[in-house]
């Protein structure tokens, strides 16, 4: 595979460096220990691994069936809508919000796969990669990874050398990627684009910002669970950074996130496609400003995601609990709003390791996280859904 760029470093294994990389990880005592709590048969998974010699293989046999029948241990439905709006031949950047570290894309490439669309490679921050086996077996699963915490010097670098591959990805492989719209989860479900990563798009494109833009197929993706059950870890981090401005998180703290992610219940998860936004850039006037058009960029990809989140009824109740209105009462009944907010005490009683527990700044930042797609879906469509 010919290429302008080196990109060893980040980009996922080509299929024949898969054997080699598979019989490294059967091998390591790491990886066989954490197959035990998410397979039945450690050995039987591993085996099949060695069966696979190519990432579509390796994904078809194992992962996706993995993810399947994860979402209907610990979710109540999994599907997706808009794909009419894209074509199983094109090429694109899925650009969605950020609920579950590992489960986003995962469970996108499910739908993708179910829709008869070519699975996603994935931009994963290298913060996650705690272990190399984690590192070898996203990369497995067609991962791209993304370097935090550089120094400053090598921002530009490492930015750059990102934005080029994703370029390469989707221009010479005719491969989709998937990236958040942001560094990070979003903890309070505050969906912004975060115009750092649209910076980033536009660094190895070559042209205008606009048509660097146009040139990635940016598909903005809505994703909605019904629950989050990492929702009480998130208002945990809230509070530890209220009472200590300097608190950081440490590495056991992802790896409990994407734990409790994988297994806690879900509810329902929706994923909607919107069509690609190169439309809407295409009547931008050619002699904008460089910040107006990047502000016209973040406001199309997050107009498009607020409008097409799925609501739920813990949406309805929480964002009349916050606001103190009766609303939405007609959405929901007497019982379910009890055991909305019932699901809400459980899961703050989950809230550990918190000096002077504040559980009515905890309960508050709770409903945030339910009722902001509400409130921004409001917005985006003008109180018209």
């Not at 898969?18 to 066989?32: G, T, Y």
């Not at 998130?234 to 409790?260: G, V």
Request: net charge negative; charged share 30%; proline share 4%.
């Amino acid at each position: 595979m010919k290429q302008l760029f080196d990109f060893d470093e980040i980009r996922p294994f080509y299929d024949e460096e898969i054997p080699d990389i598979v019989k490294s990880l059967v091998k390591e005592e790491k990886f066989r220990h954490a197959l035990k709590f998410v397979v039945p048969d450690v050995d039987a998974f591993c085996k099949q691994m060695e069966e696979c010699t190519t990432k579509r293989e390796f994904q078809k046999r194992l992962a996706i069936p993995f993810l399947i029948n994860l979402a209907k241990r610990s979710a109540s439905g999994l599907d997706a809508s808009g794909f009419e709006n894209i074509s199983p031949t094109g090429s694109y950047t899925y650009m969605s919000n950020h609920r579950d570290i590992v489960l986003d894309a995962s469970f996108l490439n499910v739908m993708l796969d179910e829709h008869g669309f070519e699975t996603s490679e994935v931009a994963i921050g290298d913060n996650l990669l705690v272990y190399p086996w984690i590192s070898d077996l996203v990369r497995l699963n067609k991962s791209v990874v993304v370097n935090r915490n550089i120094p400053r010097r090598r921002m530009l670098e490492v930015s750059r050398r990102l934005s080029n591959y994703i370029n390469f990805a989707i221009k010479i492989k005719h491969q989709s990627l998937w990236i958040a719209q942001r560094e990070g989860r979003s903890k309070d479900s505050e969906d912004r684009t975060q115009e750092s990563v649209i910076k980033m798009l536009n660094l190895g494109g070559g042209c205008d910002m606009r048509t660097n833009i146009m040139g990635l197929n940016i598909v903005p993706v809505s994703i909605s669970y019904e629950y989050d059950p990492c929702d009480f870890l998130k208002a945990r981090e809230f509070q530890l950074k209220r009472d200590d401005p300097e608190y950081k998180k440490q590495p056991n703290d992802d790896l409990l996130s994407m734990e409790t992610g994988l297994f806690g219940y879900k509810g329902h998860i929706h994923f909607h496609m919107s069509p690609v936004i190169n439309a809407q850039l295409e009547k931008l006037n050619a002699n904008c400003e460089k910040a107006d058009v990047l502000n016209c960029i973040t406001h199309i990809i997050d107009q498009a995601i607020h409008s097409n989140y799925m609501i739920y009824t813990g949406n309805y109740v929480a964002y009349d609990e916050l606001y103190q209105t009766d609303r939405f009462s007609k959405k929901y009944s007497v019982k379910e709003k009890s055991h909305f907010m019932d699901y809400l005490r459980k899961q703050l009683d989950k809230v550990e390791g918190v000096p002077q527990k504040d559980e009515s700044f905890l309960l508050g930042k709770m409903l945030e996280m339910y009722s902001n797609p509400l409130k921004n879906k409001l917005i985006a469509t003008d109180n018209q859904f």
